[in-house]
């Protein structure tokens, strides 16, 4: 199995930063895809970015574009995204998941972590 922790969320002004961290563990060689997504009080969960793990793209949201940006560390198995720039609309829980090989989709998530952004 394949497990992931966030962290980093928290309070920020609009305007403002923050570095999210999502950490995998156990079977990460079956790791295909990490992703980030996000859920707004009241809305449905939007994707945000997607990291391919062997080709190592990555695909990113419209609304996040120039502002967000995906990075990894392969020796820990961790993927970062910096948020720059944070609006109001960009308040949510933030997950991490993994889509592993296999898997038509993304398959293991992460608890969430709060992102809130005050105008």
């Known amino acids: 199995q394949v497990q992931v922790v966030e962290s980093g969320g928290g309070l920020v002004q609009a305007g403002g930063s923050l570095r999210l961290s999502c950490a995998a563990s156990g079977r990460t060689f079956s790791i295909a895809a990490m992703g980030w997504f996000r859920q707004a009080p009241g809305k449905e969960r939007e994707f945000v970015v997607r990291?391919?793990?062997?080709?190592?793209?990555?695909v990113y949201a419209d609304s996040v574009k120039g502002r967000f940006t995906a990075s990894r560390d392969d020796a820990k198995n961790t993927v970062f995204l910096q948020m720059n720039s944070l609006r109001p609309e960009d308040t949510g829980v933030y997950y991490c998941?993994?889509?592993?090989?296999?898997?038509?989709?993304?398959?293991?998530w992460g608890q969430g972590t709060q992102v809130t952004v005050s105008s």
């Open positions: 990291v391919h793990w062997t080709g190592r793209s990555t």
């Open positions: 998941a993994v889509q592993r090989v296999m898997a038509p989709t993304y398959d293991v």
